[in-house]
């Protein structure tokens, strides 16, 4: 592997982080708050550091497969370290552990915090934490393919290593043309939510940090009591729209902003996911209805948990462990669900549900009609065998991951229902999960290396499984 060419690249992507924590700052002084010290003193120390970096080694064009992993897992992980210096340097978050998880689930758009106040925190450091979500969301290997053209040489290998879905869409035959404009559709609806929430009578701090949090789905708030603090009808469904969009594929999203609207309706996953999503709307009323005396309110909260669950967000507006079981485990199965490939969402993705779906209805129509041949189709399009591989292979190495840290979580003295809840909520970048770790609850408790654990289980949910797990293969470090 070209070592100097991965830290050459990382380097360049600790620059961009040094300057981008200088955003913040304008708030911190409008608001009157002193983290801008702290954030000024983190920029600093991860541009030097960059710097050094860049110039310190050399970087080889020929980027391959092995390096472009490389540079992706490294890449977060070294982003989630340093992007962790602002809370530690400040003080709000004094150890490592908890920063540094903290920021993971930031930048993986993962939502699970281990605050127990949120609402203490100052301004820009609030800024921040949710900042980090927007720059996961989208990529932040793939804004750099937008700001940094040079990296468009074997630069799809970093796309294909980054970006969510069993497949990454390429828009245009130059994969920086396509960062940037992938980049330029999240951003411009992310204004468009920003100012309708703004409408509803949020402040300019507050729709942005909720802004991030909802295009990224990641779900935090700057409120103790997450979306539900607003109490306002207007302001769930705005979120519950833009959850929509984000958990949909952001290059059906660029075709309609380019006139070709109808590409929604064309696309099997799109339909698939507004399905689950109106299914699971309707088993949950059956047992939500029963227990609000408002049926409108009742919907909202429902729809808003579903899709918050379904989309990966982890936005709160009810507590839905005080729900029936059976709209708790509704809620738990959808967290194995996610968003559609090429959204922000996490977890397994819709497409991979929709073809494992249609593979066991394959083999059960093979099992009648032995000589039959059922090909697994994505509406018009036959699913080629090696996806068809890629795709079983995913779920089989999330459900083993799954158990493993389950059981890992229970050794470390978690209750079942914490354990099942945690790894759950993490592996697919969810945020609140069940049991100790439910919607009004935190992580603060998890013992320390259950943390780490965790932290590990964000990354692993966030690059795919095996952008990160092909680099514990012994093979992979070989010459």
Not at 33 to 40: G, K, V
Not at 182 to 198: D, G, K, P, Q, R
Not at 339 to 358: D, E, N, P, Q
Not at 464 to 473: A, D, G, K, Y
Request: neutral net charge; proline residues 4%.
């Amino acid at each position: 592997m070209r070592v100097q060419s991965v830290v050459h690249i990382l380097s360049l992507l600790l620059i961009f982080e040094g300057i981008a924590m200088l955003l913040p700052i304008p708030f911190s002084l409008y608001y009157g708050d002193m983290d801008y010290i702290a954030l000024l003193i983190s920029a600093g120390i991860t541009s030097v550091s960059g710097i050094l970096g860049f110039f310190l080694t050399k970087f080889d064009q020929d980027l391959r497969p092995k390096e472009g992993f490389a540079i992706v897992t490294f890449g977060w992980i070294s982003f989630s370290l340093f992007g962790s210096l602002p809370f530690l340097i400040s003080g709000y978050i004094p150890t490592l552990t908890d920063a540094f998880f903290e920021t993971m689930s930031g930048f993986t758009t993962t939502g699970a915090t281990i605050l127990t106040n949120i609402e203490i925190l100052p301004h820009g450091l609030l800024f921040w934490r949710s900042f980090t979500h927007w720059l996961g969301g989208m990529g932040i290997i793939v804004l750099s393919l937008a700001i940094l053209p040079f990296l468009g040489v074997g630069g799809m290998q970093l796309f294909k290593a980054e970006v969510p879905g069993p497949t990454a869409d390429r828009l245009t035959p130059r994969i920086t043309e396509t960062a940037k404009i992938l980049w330029s559709v999240y951003a411009l609806i992310s204004l468009a939510e920003t100012v309708l929430l703004m409408f509803g009578g949020m402040s300019l701090f507050d729709a942005l940090c909720h802004t991030f949090g909802t295009m990224a789905t990641g779900g935090f708030s700057t409120r103790n009591a997450s979306i539900g603090a607003f109490d306002s009808m207007y302001i769930d469904y705005v979120i519950i729209l833009f959850m929509i969009i984000a958990g949909t594929n952001f290059a059906l999203h660029y075709r309609a902003l380019t006139g070709d609207i109808k590409s929604y309706f064309r696309n099997t996953e799109f339909k698939f996911f507004l399905s689950i999503i109106g299914i699971a709307f309707i088993l949950v009323s059956i047992d939500t209805f029963t227990r609000y005396n408002v049926i409108p309110v009742a919907i909202q909260d429902t729809l808003f948990q579903v899709v918050s669950i379904v989309t990966t967000t982890g936005y709160g507006t009810a507590d839905y462990e005080m729900w029936g079981f059976s709209s708790q485990v509704m809620l738990f199965f959808l967290m194995f669900i996610g968003g559609c490939a090429g959204s922000t969402g996490g977890s397994l993705k819709v497409v991979r549900i929709y073809v494992l779906f249609k593979f066991v209805l394959s083999e059960i129509v093979r099992l009648v009609h032995p000589h039959a041949v059922v090909p697994v189709r994505i509406g018009d399009t036959v699913v080629p065998r090696d996806a068809l591989t890629n795709i079983l292979g995913m779920f089989i190495t999330f459900v083993l991951l799954f158990v493993l840290g389950v059981l890992i979580m229970a050794g470390l003295g978690l209750n079942m229902d914490t354990a099942l809840g945690s790894v759950a909520a993490t592996l697919g970048n969810i945020g609140p999960g069940l049991g100790n770790v439910g919607p009004t609850d935190n992580y603060a408790f998890i013992p320390g290396l259950g943390k780490w654990v965790l932290a590990a289980f964000m990354l692993i949910g966030r690059l795919e499984v095996f952008t990160v797990i092909i680099l514990l293969s012994p093979s992979y470090w070989k010459k």
